[in-house]
């Protein structure tokens, strides 16, 4: 394997961090039953490979014709994240506390699985680098999109696996970590604004 794949791997295995979506997976779909869960997961994962690889092949292109910077990228992403960790943090707690029950249509594979989750703005911004980076010709591009691919499948697979591990933290352990990540993920967006208001020059 060439340098260039071993980074790319590398990259994308960082960008995407399959095994720390799982804790997110299960603060995100309980209450769920494991087809459910399979179900969302699946679409999830190929609504996030095709988001990639069409930002890879096309993105720095149609960014610059609509005029959409990577920065605005990264701000956008940290607001929707911002408001799937108030939702963690707040929301499911009335929820428990007045007896209520999550909603069973509630379907967060598009949003905030598929993107910014899976397909967020790091790993938009890896995909179209990666692809500049790859070369001419369509070998370097095809291995690249190979790599993400492979990367997608171990995503989906760990997502399998978080039913099992949920049922090792039991409820009481489920709801701690649910409050850690949505704290976890208000700082994790926060980041993402404020790296996208240094992508501007606006601060340094």
């Known amino acids: 394997m060439s340098p260039f794949l071993i980074t790319a791997f590398a990259t994308l295995f960082v960008v ?16 769920m039953d494991t087809a ?7 679409r999830a994962c190929i609504i996030a490979a095709v988001l990639l690889t069409a930002f ?7 960014l610059g014709f609509i005029g959409i910077s990577m920065p605005a990228f990264r701000i956008a992403g ?8 108030l939702d963690m943090l707040f929301e499911r707690r009335t929820q428990r506390r007045e007896g209520q029950h999550p909603d069973p249509n509630h379907d967060p594979s598009v ?3 598929a993107t910014p989750l899976i397909a967020g703005p790091g790993a938009i911004a890896s995909m179209i680098l ?25 995503t989906f697979l760990f997502l399998l696996a ?6 090792l933290l039991g409820r ?8 850690l990540l949505g704290m976890l993920l208000a700082a994790l967006s926060v980041q993402f604004v404020i790296d996208g208001i240094r992508g501007t020059g606006l601060i340094g």
Do not use: C, K, N
């Open 16 to 31: 995407i961090d399959p095994p720390g979506l799982v804790p997110l997976f299960i603060a995100l779909t309980q209450g």
């Open 36 to 42: 459910h869960r399979r179900a969302l997961a699946q």
């Open 56 to 62: 890879g092949l096309f993105g720095e292109t149609l």
């Open 78 to 85: 940290g607001i929707l994240l911002f408001l799937t960790a």
């Open 111 to 113: 949003f905030p699985l």
């Open 130 to 154: 990666l692809m500049g980076q790859s070369g001419p010709g369509w070998s370097g591009r095809l291995a690249v999109l190979a790599l993400l691919y492979a990367m997608i499948l171990a």
């Open 162 to 167: 978080s039913a099992p591990l949920e049922r």
């Open 172 to 179: 009481t352990g489920t709801i701690v970590i649910t409050r």
